[in-house]
């Protein structure tokens, strides 16, 4: 047990105990390094009264050193190099990690402006304080149909199912993405997290038919044919642009799907019924965070079911599903080429 006596020179003899004792706590910690660029990193952990570390790091890897961490760390250099693993900038300016000698042992390389920055765990992880913040991404479906979304890179990191005017928000690292979105009618997910491929066509009219006879999605407003009118007298006809499906396939729902009719159903709907949009970056971290992540709608697709005077249904191809970005956080960031 320590203690303390008034004297200064018993506080003074005390200081370096004190010092002991704080770097013994961190002695079975190592550095680490997380690389949250698109590019390889590679540079040099340099220590107060230790041997130098050297690392290489890929895209979204983490290094740790071999020694123990009873070394205090004064600076952290990195360079940048490689093409990036996914859509993104060509900027490789990193900005070093600086100190007079800390315990910590945890560090990021991060996005910081248009360069980059290493940053200590404790600058970079703060407490959250508004949800919309970067990084990360906010996608209103303002479509008639329940969308599949999804943000991928190597895979399907984060997906669901957003209804119509409803709003997908997650929040993300502050790295690049492929937005990728498609009809879902039955409102189920069809994404696992390392399958982000969109629905085949027959897939697509097996959820039609199963939404239409369960009353789900676009189908539970969707408006009458008047009789006699062009759209009632399609009823069994069948195009790349449009479909219509008679009352007695409706009501069987599912167990009509075995057929061609789910296929011609879901060619329709397909023909505009995906949307892709990469290279988008989540917008910045701390300490360079957007007030407000970056936004997007997504508008378009197939048309809004009509129903018929027999009880049956007509699906016409409508336009094609559109991703639009409609503020700027991040627009620094992303690729020329969209």
């Known amino acids: 047990m320590i ?4 004297t200064n020179q018993t506080v003074l003899l005390s200081l370096p105990l004190l010092a002991l004792f704080i770097v013994s706590a961190h002695a079975n910690s190592k550095a680490k390094i997380t690389n949250n ?7 040099t952990v ?15 890897k983490k290094w740790q050193a071999k020694r123990k961490g009873a070394c205090l760390v004064k600076g952290i250099t990195a360079t940048l190099s490689g093409q990036p693993n996914h859509p993104g900038p060509q900027i490789k300016k990193v900005s070093s990690y600086k ?6 042992n ?12 290493v940053y200590s765990a404790q600058e970079y992880k703060r407490k959250v304080t508004n949800k919309d913040m970067s990084p990360g991404f906010m996608i209103e479906n ?7 979304i999804a943000l991928s890179q190597i895979g399907c ?10 709003t997908f928000r997650r929040k993300t690292g502050a790295v690049w993405f492929t937005i990728q979105a498609s009809v879902q009618p039955d409102g189920k997910d069809p994404r696992k997290t390392w399958d982000c491929i969109a629905p085949v066509a027959k ?3 097996v959820g039609v038919l199963a939404a239409a006879t369960g009353g789900a999605g676009a189908f539970m407003a969707a408006p009458t044919v008047a009789a006699g009118s062009a759209a009632a007298a399609l009823s069994g006809i069948a195009t790349s642009t449009a479909v219509t499906v008679g009352a007695t396939a409706a009501g069987a729902g599912v167990a009509a799907t075995v057929g061609s009719l789910a296929k011609a159903v879901g060619k329709v709907i397909a023909k505009n019924g995906t949307g892709t949009k990469k290279g988008q970056y989540a917008g910045f971290a701390r300490p360079f965070r957007c007030k407000k992540m970056p936004t997007y709608e997504i508008t378009g697709g197939p048309a809004e079911p009509q129903l018929l005077p027999n009880g049956g249904y007509l699906l016409e191809a409508g336009t094609p599903l559109k991703i639009t970005k409609t503020n700027t956080c991040g627009n620094g960031m992303m690729r020329k080429k969209q």
């Open 203 to 205: 897939i697509i009219g």
């Open 37 to 43: 660029t698109p590019f390889t990193a590679k540079g």
């Open 142 to 148: 303002k479509t008639k149909w329940p969308l599949a």
């Open 3 to 6: 203690g303390f006596k008034r």
């Open 99 to 104: 100190s007079g000698g800390t315990t910590r």
């Open 106 to 117: 945890d560090f990021f390389i991060q996005p910081a402006g248009d360069n980059y920055k």
């Open 157 to 166: 990191l984060y997906h669901g199912v957003v209804q119509p005017g409803k």
């Open 46 to 60: 340099k220590y107060a009264a230790c041997k130098n570390d050297n690392y290489t790091v890929k895209a979204g």
